[in-house]
């Protein structure tokens, strides 16, 4: 955890529902009540109340800031782990970090964990959220206030992105995606053949073909019944336990990197089910035990 910059983006103006700006601070609160030594070293904040296209401008300025201290964070040879409010954080988060890695001369690869395929552009989407654009994003698809943060050429490869869990997208995004021939493990095989399969599958893919893996967490890609409080939640996802129990995997890789966790809404949390998961989820990506359960 000594190793681990701590970056909260408190927005939600990205997403559907923007009272999800309020997650990352609460589960720090919360975390913080088991390990007072917890801190972040930066949270993102924004002041804009737009939504749809007119958020392009704050949430570009946003993506910028995050990227600049996620690269500091791989120039230093430390770890990060982003707590966002709306999935548009990938946007930095990634972006920042595959600009350090090519100066060195190496390759990110990234592991997505989500209900949804986020490969939206502005041209594709019905809402214009840009939540659901920032692996386009990433692949160097869409606007260029999104696409060249930091650098010019796409953050990551088609090949270098695997997506696990997916069950709810537009066929234009399904289409970008298989243009690009990236790795898409729908939630029926996830189901049919296990979780810790597919995630061993996935390390033993990418780490052939990049020097460092990263892992962005979406929790809507976990089922409503075990995470109510999401602000897109989709039926039929990823058991809880499953994702708790299979996570070490990733963590305990030798090219892992940085992770990151998004889009809880707390308002809409039932039980405190959502955070509870997302706690220990986040303990796991900090190697610290919580007394955090989903029973």
């Known amino acids: 955890m ?3 910059d701590i970056l909260c983006y408190s927005t939600g103006i990205a997403g559907r529902d923007a009272q999800c700006a309020h997650g990352p601070m609460h589960l720090v609160r919360r975390f913080q ?3 007072p030594t917890f801190s972040v070293q930066r949270n993102l904040t924004c002041d804009s109340n737009d939504s749809g296209h007119a958020a392009l401008d704050p ?3 946003l993506n910028t800031q995050l990227a600049e201290l996620t690269a500091n964070a791989v120039n230093q040879n430390r770890r990060f782990l982003t707590l966002s409010g709306d999935h548009s954080s990938a946007i930095g988060s990634w972006s920042g970090a595959a600009r350090a890695l090519l100066a060195q001369q190496q390759q990110l690869g990234l592991i997505w964990i989500d209900a949804h395929m986020d490969s939206h552009t502005f041209d594709t989407s019905i809402t214009s959220n840009i939540h659901g654009m920032p692996l386009a994003a990433l692949l160097g698809h869409g606007d260029k206030k999104l696409t060249d943060i930091g650098h010019t050429v796409p953050a990551l ?4 992105v695997i997506l696990i869990g997916i069950r709810s997208y537009e066929p234009e995004e399904r289409a970008l995606l298989e243009k690009l021939n990236v790795k898409v493990y729908y939630v029926e095989e996830v189901h049919q053949r296990g979780l810790h399969t597919v995630l061993q599958e996935t390390l033993s893919t990418l780490e052939q073909r990049v ?3 990263g892992i962005s967490i979406d929790i809507d890609a976990v089922d409503p019944a075990d995470a109510p409080g999401v602000s897109t939640p989709e039926p039929n996802g990823i058991a809880a336990n499953e994702l708790i129990s299979a996570l070490p995997a990733v963590c305990q890789h030798p090219k892992w990197l940085a992770s990151e966790l998004t889009e809880f809404l707390p308002s809409q949390d039932l039980d405190n089910k959502t ?12 190697g610290v035990k919580t007394s955090c359960t989903t029973e």
């Open 2 to 4: 000594n190793n681990t």
């Open 33 to 35: 009540q088991q390990h």
């Open 157 to 160: 490869q088609p090949d270098h």
């Open 211 to 213: 020097d460092r893996i």
């Open 275 to 286: 955070e509870k998961l997302a706690l220990a989820l986040l303990g796991t990506l900090l």
């Open 59 to 61: 949430i570009s300025q």
